[in-house]
């Protein structure tokens, strides 16, 4: 004889469900805000930084231009002698156009850096991005198939006869021997008049 499958946690597999679903709603905006978040600073880079600095650069060296300008005209002038302000704000200006310069060379390395050091994680989130997509959404899927198919099952299963009828009895026994059961001295029969 076959044993019976005990369906006993059809609940627990709804609420892992339930609870997939929830974490799935929760992961993938996660994982989007993550690669979103490395494409913003990878354009934060290469666009709005090296612009920025590309016209600090510019500036600087007109203004560089400018107070060498001055000094050179106050070396050639027989009237005005250059003063200190003068080679100090060249100083300061020619500083300035270093800083930017160094500013460019560093976007270029973190530009290029910043690529070498995501890739790799970039590429992890999308196959997880990729996983919780389609194969997670499956699962929930096949989940929610396999908590109908427990449940038809629990519902179509036979349920015990507890005390069958006595006269099913009665026939069930004379119909095996040919002989009618004795009745119980304590039961009535209703189709036998009774004697008070």
Known sequence: MAEQAKVTSIDAIEAFRSNLIVFLSKAKPTLEEISGDVVRT????????TDHWNKELRRRQRDLEQVQGELF???LSRLAKPTAAQYMAVHRAQAAVREAEEKQKLLKKWTRELENRTEPMVKLIDQLHGFLTTDMVKAVGYLGEVVQTLQAYAEARPRPVANPPTEAVEEIS???????????????????????
Not at 175 to 195: F, I, K, Y
């Open 42 to 49: 990878r354009m934060w880079l290469e666009n709005e930084q």
């Open 174 to 196: 004379s119909s095996e021997t040919g002989e009618p059961l004795p009745q119980a001295a304590s039961e009535p029969n209703p189709s036998e008049p009774s004697d008070s």
């Open 73 to 75: 005209s106050a070396r």
